[in-house]
């Protein structure tokens, strides 16, 4: 069954805005996570450093994982996992026939 042209050009005009909201989401998370004087405690403190350095050090990488799925796609990794395991079960299939 194919998707309406209007309907397939909505989709494709969302999935391009997805990495700009993803790229907001980062940078509210680590502004949101920095320096408080609310903050309760050291230990506090610390974890909120560590998911700040993580967010700096793999924005990109999030938010290129997070746009694949908005698409629907699973990442190239879990792609290629997944054409191994269809291909094996087609062999196990053929040879079970």
Do not use: N, W
């Amino acid at each position: 069954m194919s998707i309406a042209p209007i309907l397939q050009r909505f989709i494709d005009d969302e999935l391009a805005l997805a990495p700009a909201l993803i790229g907001r989401v980062v940078i509210g998370t680590i502004q949101l996570l920095g320096p408080s004087k609310e903050a309760a405690g050291a230990s506090e403190r610390v974890h909120y450093a560590d998911i700040v350095t993580a967010l700096q050090a793999k924005g990109a990488l999030y938010e290129k994982t997070s746009s694949t799925r908005c698409a629907g796609r699973p990442p190239t990794t879990s792609r290629q996992a997944l054409h191994r395991r269809s291909a094996k079960r087609k062999a196990t299939a053929s040879v079970s026939s």
